[in-house]
């Protein structure tokens, strides 16, 4: 089961535009969480918001979360090239401790 | 340097076949986790365990098997049972929180070829 899908599936932009990747769930949570993935490689932890915080700053990164929309939204500002990967988010239904996540946004920063 | 070794990173293996996916941590974590990733697809969790001797099944635990003998280690067994074992699978840890605040770290993952 997939508790979170992003949208879009696949973005393509320009160096130093922004980026905007939205990640909508089905359950309450606790918490939402957003990872990066570099082609063929393992995720990093890139981010945490809790259910009672509406926004988060980190870096370059800022996310939101719409606990009655069920819906949450990365944005990369400024980005580089580096910046190319796929996002995904992830959440941990009720208070399992399992984490669930989203089919994934890949993102295709052109020099 | 504290983190997550999977090995091997690459793995070939013929029908009919089991093989098993090593992951160690230094972390001191107390939760473990193998997720398969398809090409193009999201994560989907395969087996957790939150303790030592003690692990659940996940969303596609059929064809797989795993152990939690040390805290350090969580191996992963794919069966001949797996009918589509090829995929890469990644293995996180993470410290466990009952409010479920678990953020994950990962492996570099492992990738399976069934030939």
């Known amino acids: 089961s997939q508790q979170g899908e992003e949208d879009p599936q696949a973005l393509s932009i320009q160096e130093g535009e922004n980026a905007t990747m939205n990640c909508s769930y089905k359950t309450s949570i606790n918490n939402l969480q957003w990872y990066r993935q570099n082609s063929g490689r393992g995720l990093v932890h890139l981010i945490l918001i809790r259910s009672n915080e509406r926004e988060k700053h980190s870096g370059r990164l800022r996310v939101t979360l719409d606990t009655s929309k069920k819906s949450s939204s990365l944005l990369i500002t400024a980005s580089r090239a580096a910046d190319t990967a796929s996002y995904f988010c992830?959440?941990?239904?009720?208070?399992?401790?399992?984490?669930?996540f989203g089919q994934g946004t890949t993102l295709q920063v052109k020099p | 340097d504290g983190g997550i070794t999977q090995s091997p990173k690459y793995l070939f293996r013929k029908e009919g076949q089991n093989v098993t996916l090593s992951c160690e941590q230094n972390?001191?974590?107390?939760?473990m986790y193998w997720y398969r990733q398809d090409p193009g697809q999201g994560l989907r969790l395969i087996y957790y365990s939150q303790i030592v001797n003690d692990f659940q099944k996940g969303d596609i635990a059929e064809g797989y098997s795993v152990s939690r003998e040390k805290k350090e280690s969580f191996p992963l067994t794919v069966t001949s049972a797996q009918k589509n074992p090829t995929a890469f699978y990644l293995c996180?840890?993470?410290?466990?929180?009952?409010?479920?605040?678990?953020?994950?770290?990962f492996g570099a993952g492992s990738r399976l070829t069934v030939l």
């Open positions: 996180a840890s993470s410290i466990d929180s009952p409010r479920g605040a678990n953020v994950l770290t």
């Open positions: 992830a959440t941990a239904p009720g208070n399992t401790g399992k984490l669930i």
């Open positions: 972390l001191n974590h107390d939760a």
